[in-house]
């Protein structure tokens, strides 16, 4: 009966892949994805997606030239996530920035992550199951069912829409599909047997995944804690003894890889400094700070796990830092509640097992982003993978206290009323205005927000706009008068309206609190431009590329201060070089067209005016300049006595931008041609559009005095 007994759970052990009976959840995930997703796909870039996305001229590869792909990978902002920045750069080569493409793509790894993660749940239920003590034991029949439940539960939930729906979050998602093909091919190969060839291939297949998942996203550094605790936990059946006999072969190699693999990828090898100087030019609170707030943001994420209301979700969490255990009191009581929580991890291990891993799986995957590293306090996204086991333990505790009957109908009520709560979320992120609009409804006290709706009301330009985003930069500057963004927005904006010792002030405040803050030298520069300071303004342009030499708009305002400056060669040179980096730039393309129309080659400066109209007809300055050229070009035309091609010019000045003159002007040579009711119809024009043009005026009247003797022979 034993060897029965050992026999069968041999068998059960060795079978690895899905059975047929078992597939059937996976296009169920697929289509509560499509149903949740799909009507994301034509939202807009947002955010950090600028960055590292659009505004990132590494990604824009033209072939898979070698050459292209290298630098995709390593010399984009992101530069220690290669085959996230690599997955951007083959989406713009297949549709250049359509936002549809990179949003389908985050969809479907979210698609295949839900079928890795109902394939893990099996395994690990499977593992369960063998177990000689297991309390949370399923038969193999019921397994898909309670993975299915956990997956679609994981795969609806609203905490996964910002992995999904915010563009380079890609690098979570991306990194959580190779984490968990890591750890599937890891318990197969476990499974096979690591003396067999099918072992030792999926094991190295796992450990390849792992790599490739490091240069996704950071947080691949903890896979080798979760192999140890899923080989302690499952196939060492937590015997004491074997952490103490593989502490050589195990646990110090396991340490010094994590170690040395932090360190490299968020440490440059010098942690201490780089932790240091993380804090010291991006942050408001310290390292200790920080770490004391994370033990109210590890409870509040459990919360949202338990409980996702959208009110609750918001791209930019506040969290004022904790400065003591004690200040607030809450950060005390978090870290009691987190030991307690630990404890009973601990407690439970011998008796609940998969309760026990369930609860160790969460701190271990959110140990990396909840640590002394200098990152943002809280943000949704880092639970896309530390949120699974838990959402395990729930349905398992769930189905406990239904004495394991029918787990179909909460199951189901439960994914509808998560999906109705995503499908809501997902609106949020339709474009920069709805999305920080939502984030400084949440946290109206938080600069950040306040600061970055105010330059979503810029953006969309409707009336009244610049005025209210002023509003949002002052209330952002009331939470924090030093905060760099507000003071280098707001300097834009009193920089257009001509206050330019007020926006040379509030840059300087700026460059003040972040020494480092290339685009406040660039907004200064362009204030000592329009003041007439030029020399001051090319050393504060210069001093913005030695800070971010990839940014074009700082090289459009270098030519623009050549420009004004009269040093047409360099203004040329450096709006070219703004091409390369941003060839859709209708502001380059218009300075290049004002350095020909400096140059009086008016022919040549058409073209460009042309180009920079057609990448964006809301372009005003490439409107008007466009209009002034052909305006121009038609008088030529109408001096050499070209009469029907002067007509043309000033009929398309006329189509781009009224302007009496150019009515006027056409008028004359529609007379001239024989037309005198389009010639009076064009002077009648000229004279609406300005009723002080003497010249339209007198154009009109004799117009309408040689028609007369027509009309009355």
């Known amino acids: 009966m034993r060897n029965s007994l050992k026999s069968h759970h041999l068998k059960q052990m060795s079978e690895p892949l899905l059975k047929p009976c078992q597939r059937w959840p996976l296009p169920v995930f697929a289509i509560l994805s499509l149903v949740l997703y799909l009507h994301t796909l034509n939202y807009d870039f947002v955010f950090d997606d600028s960055q590292n996305v659009r505004d990132n001229p590494n990604i824009r590869i033209t072939s898979f030239d070698p050459a292209q792909l290298r630098s995709a990978a390593f010399d984009a902002p992101s530069h220690r996530r290669p085959v996230a920045n690599l997955s951007f750069a083959l989406n713009y080569l297949a549709d250049g920035y359509n936002p549809r493409g990179y949003r389908l793509v985050n969809v479907v790894i979210h698609i295949v992550n839900a079928g890795l993660v109902y394939w893990l749940l099996c395994l690990i239920l499977q593992l369960e199951a063998a177990g000689k003590e297991a309390k949370f034991k399923i038969a193999p029949a019921g397994i898909p069912l309670v993975a299915a439940a956990t997956t679609a539960i994981w795969a609806v939930h609203p905490l996964q829409v910002q992995a999904v729906a915010y563009i380079v979050q890609r690098m979570t998602s991306l990194a959580s599909m190779f984490i968990l093909l890591a750890l599937c091919l890891y318990i197969v190969g476990r499974k096979a047997g690591i003396t067999r060839r099918r072992g030792i291939t999926c094991i190295a297949a796992a450990a390849l995944c792992w790599l490739i998942s490091l240069g996704c996203k950071e947080i691949a550094v903890a896979v080798p804690l979760l192999v140890f605790f899923i080989e302690w936990y499952f196939f060492q059946n937590l015997k004491l003894q074997w952490p ?107 008796r609940h097992r998969l309760l026990s891993f369930c609860i160790f799986w969460y701190f271990i995957g959110l140990a990396l982003e909840s640590s002394i590293i200098g990152l943002e306090m809280a943000y949704e996204h880092r639970l896309y993978l530390p949120c699974l086991m838990p959402i395990l333990a729930l349905v398992l505790l769930v189905r406990r206290a239904l004495c394991r009957r029918n787990l179909i109908a909460p199951a189901v009520i439960i994914v509808v009323l998560l999906m109705s709560a995503t499908i809501y979320r997902t609106l949020v992120w339709r474009d920069g205005y709805t999305l920080w609009q939502d984030c400084a409804r949440k946290a109206p006290n938080k600069p950040r927000p306040l600061t970055n709706f105010g330059y ?19 209330r952002a500057l009331a939470a924090n008068p030093n905060y760099p963004l507000a003071n280098n927005n707001l300097a834009k904006i009193l920089t257009d309206r001509g206050d330019y010792a007020a926006a040379i002030e509030h840059c300087q405040r700026a460059i003040n609190k972040k020494p480092k803050y290339a685009e406040a030298y660039n907004n200064y520069g362009v204030a000592l431009v329009k003041s007439g300071n030029y020399d001051d303004a090319l050393e504060k342009f210069h001093t913005s590329i030695k800070l971010d030499p990839n940014n074009a708009s700082v090289y459009r305002n270098i030519g623009n201060a050549h420009l004004s400056g009269g040093d047409l060669d360099q203004a040329d040179q450096y709006y070219q070089h703004a091409l390369t980096l941003q060839p859709d730039s209708a502001d380059a393309w218009n300075g290049r067209g004002g350095v020909q129309k400096k140059r009086g080659r008016h022919q040549d400066a058409l073209p460009l005016f042309r180009k920079a109209l057609a990448l964006d007809p809301t372009h005003k ?28 010019y000033f009929s398309e000045a006329i189509d781009i931008l009224p302007n009496a003159k150019d009515c006027n002007n056409l008028g004359a040579c529609l007379g001239q041609l024989g037309q005198l009711d389009d010639a009076i119809a064009m002077f009648a024009r000229a004279v609406e559009l300005d009723p002080e043009y003497g010249d339209a005026h007198r154009n009109l009247e004799a117009a309408e005095q040689m028609k007369q003797p027509q009309e009355h022979p």
């Not at 707030?293 to 959208?310: A, N, S």
């Not at 979503?456 to 002052?474: F, K, P, S, T």
């Not at 300055?621 to 043309?648: F, H, M, V, W, Y």
């Open 244 to 350: 103490l006999k593989t502490v050589g072969l195990w646990i110090v190699p396991m340490v010094v890889v994590v170690v040395v693999l932090v360190s490299l990828l968020y440490l440059d090898m010098k942690p201490v400094e780089h932790i240091l100087k993380a804090y010291e030019n991006m942050r408001d609170f310290t390292p200790f700070e920080r770490v004391l707030t994370q033990f109210r943001v590890l409870v509040f994420y459990l919360t949202l796990i338990v409980l996702p209301i959208p009110s609750r979700l918001t791209l930019d969490h506040h969290f004022p830092p904790s400065t003591t255990l004690l200040d607030p009191l809450t950060t005390a009581l978090s870290l009691a509640l987190l030991i307690g929580i630990l404890v009973v991890g601990v407690m439970v291990a011998k």
């Open 456 to 474: 979503a009301l810029v953006q969309r330009g409707e009336a009244g706009d610049i005025d209210e985003a002023v509003r949002y930069y002052h």
């Open 621 to 648: 300055p490439s409107r008007a300049n466009c209009r002034d050229t052909i305006a121009i070009l038609g008088s030529i035309e109408l001096k050499a006595g070209r009469i029907k091609a002067a007509a043309a």
